[in-house]
């Protein structure tokens, strides 16, 4: 039954940036198909109002301290978690030139969305092995393989993303746990919010893409329920986008 290779029944999803935008909508998703959620970001009225009646946890954590994925993993023990499912969806992108950028803004966009996504999965990957079953979903983006302005930051990190999974993926797989990212276009989030403020620039993003739209909250659920559950269960070390055609044209 190909139905049942979709559902999560008995399994746990951790979700970094669980509280927002597409973690919320990925976390949802993974929660509808029978997945217990754990909803990780900073602010913690925003992840227990995501959370809501749900079956799950949050974990307030700032992931970009020194040492926070020692922190979530010893949180996740303390609450009896061992995840068996993690998306690497926190991200920030400060939008800052080349020129601009100072040092410290670089590594922490450099350590949130690239560095955290390893750091976090090497936490529970034990407990993974232990099971012969896991799932990391990285998040790249437009950004993985196309330089936009302001991006040097993001993009390079997002760039990162894509042989981080492959290396993931070489790493892990033989022991049950696959690697896969998704890679979404343009939608309308916390993080996109500039873009999406300026009508212009946003109905120009909908026009490269092939279907002429940007994409909705919804659009994500399906590519990562696939990624998460046993119906990707061949495929390791891939990137799939999540982009309406943008990047195929
Ligand atoms: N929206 C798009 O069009 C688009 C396109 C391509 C890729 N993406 C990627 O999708 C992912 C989710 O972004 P989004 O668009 O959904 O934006 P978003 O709503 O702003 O989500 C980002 C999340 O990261 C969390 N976060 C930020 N800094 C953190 C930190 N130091 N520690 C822990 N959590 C932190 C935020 O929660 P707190 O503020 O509560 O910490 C927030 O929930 C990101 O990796 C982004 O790069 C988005």
Redesign the pocket.
């Known amino acids: 039954m190909v139905a049942a290779q979709f559902d999560l029944t008995g399994r746990t999803a951790l979700v970094?940036?669980?509280?927002?935008?597409?973690?919320?909508a990925m976390a949802m998703a993974l929660s509808d198909a029978g997945a217990s959620i754990v909803l990780?970001?900073?602010?913690e009225d925003?992840?227990k109002a995501t959370l809501g009646s749900r079956d799950g946890a949050i974990a307030a954590?700032?992931?970009?301290r020194q040492d926070?994925e020692k922190d979530l993993s010893q949180h996740m023990a303390s609450l009896g978690i061992e995840p068996d499912i993690i998306v690497?969806?926190?991200?920030?992108?400060p939008r800052l030139s080349a020129d601009d950028i100072s040092s410290s803004e670089w590594q922490h966009t450099l350590h949130?969305?690239l560095s955290v996504p390893f750091l976090v999965a090497q936490q529970f990957v034990p407990g993974m092995k232990a099971k012969a079953w896991g799932r990391i979903i990285n998040?790249?983006?437009?950004?993985s393989s196309r330089a936009f302005e302001n991006g040097i930051a993001?993009g390079t990190a997002?760039g990162g993303i894509l042989q981080l999974t492959r290396a993931m993926a070489e790493a892990w797989s033989r022991f049950g746990i696959n690697a896969n990212a998704l890679?979404?276009?343009?939608?309308?989030?916390?993080?996109?919010a500039p873009v999406f403020e300026d009508t212009g620039k946003v109905e120009n993003l909908a026009r490269q893409t092939a279907m002429g739209r940007n994409?909705r909250l919804d659009d994500i659920c399906g590519p990562a329920l696939f990624f998460a559950s046993d119906a990707s269960a061949y495929v390791t070390g891939q990137a799939l986008a999540v982009d309406g055609g943008f990047t195929a044209k």
Do not use: C, H, M, W
């Open positions: 970094t940036g669980g509280g927002s935008g597409l973690g919320a990780v970001g900073r602010r925003r992840l954590i700032d992931l970009v926070a690497n969806a926190a991200g920030i992108n949130l969305n998040i790249g983006s437009l950004q993001y997002k890679l979404p276009g343009f939608f309308p989030t916390e993080l996109t994409g």
